[in-house]
């Protein structure tokens, strides 16, 4: 019973990191802050009392990194007589992201005696699935959802304003929690294809079942989903070699079951799509493109018409350069900013590339890059036979960047947080080639 409330509160914690909340009652202060300020005590108590905590070269070059992204952002506020220091605090918001992934993946081995990629991982899939349930209750319940805005701010107020119909779990919302779950399916496609060698191989058509929930509810939520959707299924394909009609048995296996799934689930979903009005708008508005083209023979999405009209670059040398010193709307920052009116982000674009760029141009887009790159070379030098899984995810941040500026830098700085020696522990404990000595 213990082992059982253990998990459910680092699920809980892992939830509160992935998608921090703020509660009304406290404007100002999310979930993300609390954990890095426990996570700084406890790194310091480790750090004195079992010499446990330590700065590597790796985490000293990181942090330098994020420093330049600060500095960038600070000549470009400066220069520029600006308000706006979202990215010039940076080294601060990274450090925050680190203090949190140390509180989650300590407890993780406070439960589980160790922690791994393995073990981390998991917890990540089942928080993006349980806030999956969560959007699909909220939204079936008014007295839940009334319950859950009373409390915990999230967007609401944009949602409500902009008639945005969308889904949303506790804190999970938007293009952030579209890139979470993009971000899980990556993760989903890459145990999958290792599993059949562990001990969870027969978990796995519960974890198919899993990335097809994840999928359809995640794009339901945020349709930036789909860009961890086509990557998993690329990946999927690639390193099955069902492109060339060389399937070993484990593939056969894997693409047997997600075939078992999807025949349950595409008449569930046809079913549901012709009797509950609200799963069809969820669906349509999901798969929107996909609609556009069975009926109208052309790809259309609402969301990327808007999106073609963001692509708006700087006119100047400066800009490009260094900068205006703005990422928000300066309308709503800037009491004397007295340039042209623009709804939404600043230039009227919520593209990542440009927003960085009208910030703190190219060199600071070139910075917040290199960290990302950093984090991704970490991960991939400390966990050999995890590589291609950050590359995966680097992958996922550059090409979600093409429509919002969120990062995943998260997500490596959990994985960071993982010891080497005990991830490779981990894994030989799990494989089969080792089953017979456990």
């Known amino acids: ?22 509660l009304k009652a406290f404007p100002g202060m999310n979930s993300k802050k609390f954990l890095a300020a426990v996570g700084l005590v406890w790194f310091f108590i480790n750090l004195g009392k079992y010499r446990t905590g330590r700065f590597s070269k790796d985490m000293v070059i990181l942090s330098l990194l994020a ?45 589980h005696g160790s922690a791994s990629i393995w073990l981390a991982g998991n917890y990540f899939i089942a928080v993006c699935l349980i806030q999956c349930i969560m959007a699909l209750w909220i939204d079936s319940s008014m007295e839940l959802k009334q319950a859950v805005d009373s409390v915990i701010e999230q967007g609401q107020d944009f949602l409500n304003s902009h008639n945005v119909e969308r889904l949303y779990g506790i804190g999970a919302s938007l293009d952030v929690a579209g890139s979470r779950f993009a971000a899980a399916l990556v993760l989903l496609a890459f145990f999958l294809l290792s599993m059949e060698q562990t001990r969870f191989r027969s978990w796995m058509f519960f974890y198919i079942l899993v990335f097809v929930f994840i999928a359809v509810v995640g794009n339901m939520i945020a349709r930036t989903t789909t860009v961890g959707l086509l990557l998993a299924i690329g990946y999927l394909l690639y390193k099955s070699d069902i492109w060339c009609l060389q399937l070993s048995a484990e593939s056969r296996k894997l693409w047997l079951y997600l075939g078992g799934v999807l025949l349950l ?14 799963f069809r708008s969820n669906l349509r508005f999901a798969f929107e493109g996909f609609f556009s083209l069975i009926e109208k023979g052309e790809w259309q999405v609402a969301s990327n018409e808007r999106l ?64 990302v790159w950093k984090a991704c070379l970490i991960c991939r030098s400390r966990f050999e036979a995890q590589k291609e899984l950050f590359g995966l995810f680097l992958l996922v941040n550059l090409l979600v960047w093409f429509k919002v500026s969120t990062d995943i830098f998260l997500i490596f700085a959990l994985f960071m947080m993982v010891n080497q020696d005990e991830n490779d522990t981990y894994n030989r404990k799990i494989s089969l080639a080792n089953e017979n000595t456990l």
Not at 6 to 21: A, E, G, K, R
Not at 266 to 278: E, G, N, R, T
Not at 320 to 326: A, F, P, Q, R, T
Not at 345 to 368: E, K, P, Q
């Open 67 to 111: 420093v330049s992204v600060s500095l960038a952002g600070l000549i470009a506020v400066t220069y520029n007589e600006t308000p706006d220091y979202a990215y010039a605090t940076y080294i601060t918001s990274m450090w925050v992201w680190m203090g949190a992934a140390y509180v989650v993946v300590h407890s993780i081995r406070l439960v």
């Open 308 to 371: 073609q009209n963001m692509y708006v670059f700087p006119d100047n040398l400066k800009t490009w350069l260094i900068g205006d010193g703005y990422f928000s709307n300066p309308y709503n920052i800037d009491p004397y900013f007295t340039g042209r009116f623009v709804g939404g982000y600043y230039m009227s674009t919520d593209v990542g590339y440009l927003r960085f760029i009208f910030y703190s141009g190219l060199v600071g887009l070139a910075a917040i890059t290199a960290v």
């Open 265 to 278: 689930t595409i008449p569930l979903c046809v079913y549901l799509y012709q009797q509950d009005a609200i």
């Open 1 to 22: 019973m213990v082992k059982y409330i253990s998990t459910i509160c680092v699920t809980v914690l892992t939830s509160l990191f992935l998608f921090p909340i703020e």
